[in-house]
């Protein structure tokens, strides 16, 4: 048997392993969520659903689901336009919106992981195709990520998380895949088309004008304001309502302070044992997150276009006002650039920290952040700085990825390549 066969019979194996590895984790996924008396609730999802049945009614911001959270009752809390998106699934059985808002989540859950392998295939010159990403890594990937804290949570609660950053890793890698006005114009289409859902999703349009995609930022914008004129057109008062007075309220949706709420102003709360609001101190805090950030991304203005994405992103998520341990599922990203990006090989001053940034995440989100609270709990930790540093896991792989990123400065400023486009050009990345 020659070298190649021997190969090619290793990697179908390894790719049978993967299947099955990825089958016996989304089967483990549905048993967990079903047994769980919490779990299956769908609690999230039964909100965005009782919204959809509010178009065209009235009455989108004066409900608040009280039947399975009665000590927090909850309101819709999204721009109206996610109660158009939501619509289609209004009109089916709970039982049906929920099989099918799970399968629309795992699937969307590849398709992420695939995007970005990619991306960071696409940056190394080889073909960005999704068709030629290894599935061994896609399967392996989403098998592992599906027990991580953001992503359980999302599937227990039936988030839409999942979906939007869908969204933005297809706005990135369409930035990669497409020429000319096509990889502006959807780019721009798919982040304000996020936006719209909800509005953190926004922040998007700072990648595109970090890639210098003028015109796709521009688009961004007019897609947003679409979603406004037809959530408008659909429900006037309810539009008017929500962008006039409940915009960047947050007492509908709980204490900003509550452990679950992983923004800037969270961990800061903790850390003072009062919510901060957006006093100085919060807003000071954001500017320095902001400063640290787009140095790390002025680092990696010549790199893929995947951690400038990432950095994007993890911005918004601390600058939130809100933002639940749910809506850092821009972990998995990150994992997959600091596992399969320039840094994994590097020299090992430099890829010792992007190791160990994988460890320490990995570990922390399989254990979860009302995990480690329990764990705290345990051994009689229950306020104090310690306890507020413990449960900041946010904000503390922010600053992970920050440090990393400095500490690879040299290997990320010299890994500039051509990215393949549409139509077998390249085009030097920015």
Not at 112 to 122: D, S, Y
Not at 246 to 274: C, E, M, V, Y
Request: glycine letters at 10%; charged letters at 10%; hydrophobic letters at 55%.
């Amino acid at each position: 048997m020659t070298a190649a066969n021997r190969a090619a019979q290793g990697g179908a194996a390894a790719s049978r392993w993967a299947v099955a590895v990825l089958a016996l984790s989304l089967l483990s996924r549905i048993v967990w969520v079903l047994a769980g008396a919490h779990t299956r609730t769908f609690v999230d999802l039964r909100v965005y659903l009782v919204a959809a049945r509010t178009v065209g009614l009235g009455g989108l911001y004066d409900f608040a689901l009280s039947e399975y959270t009665p000590t927090q009752p909850l309101p819709f809390t999204y721009p109206p336009f996610a109660a158009l998106f939501f619509w289609p699934l209004g009109w089916l059985p709970f039982g049906v919106a929920a099989a099918v808002w799970l399968v629309v989540t795992f699937a969307l859950l590849f398709l992420v992981i695939t995007m970005c392998l990619a991306l960071l295939r696409a940056h190394r010159g080889e073909s960005p195709l999704l068709a030629d990403v290894p599935r061994t890594h896609s399967f392996a990937w989403t098998a592992a990520v599906l027990w991580l804290d953001p992503v359980r949570t999302n599937l227990d609660y039936g988030q839409i998380n999942v979906v939007l950053m869908a969204l933005g890793v297809g706005a990135a890698y369409l930035t990669v895949r497409c020429a000319g006005r096509r990889g502006d114009l959807l780019p721009g289409f798919f982040i304000g088309l996020a936006a719209g859902i909800k509005l953190t999703p926004a922040v998007g349009g700072l990648f595109l004008l970090a890639r210098r995609r003028w015109l796709g930022a521009v688009f961004s914008g007019v897609v947003f304001a679409g979603t406004i004129g037809v959530a408008c057109l659909a429900m006037p008062k309810e539009t008017r309502r929500y962008f006039t007075v409940l915009i960047g309220q947050t007492g509908p949706i709980g204490d900003p302070a509550k452990i679950d709420n992983q923004a800037l102003r969270g961990a800061l709360s903790r850390f003072a044992g009062h919510d901060l609001a957006t006093g100085p101190v919060v807003l000071a805090a954001i500017a320095v997150a902001g400063v640290l950030l787009a140095g790390a991304w002025w680092v990696c203005r010549r790199c893929d276009a995947l951690i400038a994405l990432v950095l994007v992103q993890m911005f918004g998520l601390c600058a939130s006002p809100i933002s639940w341990i749910h809506h850092f599922v821009w972990v998995v990203p990150m994992l997959i650039w600091l596992v399969h990006g320039p840094l994994w090989n590097a020299p090992p001053a430099q890829s010792r920290p992007a190791r160990a940034l994988v460890v320490v995440t990995f570990a922390y989100c399989l254990l979860g952040v009302h995990g480690m609270n329990g764990l705290l709990a345990v051994v009689g930790v229950h306020a104090g700085l310690g306890w507020a540093l413990c449960l900041c896991p946010g904000l503390l792989v922010t600053i992970g990825l920050v440090v990393v990123v400095g500490s690879g400065r040299r290997t990320l400023e010299g890994t500039a390549a051509p990215t393949p486009v549409a139509g077998g050009t390249a085009r030097p990345a920015v």
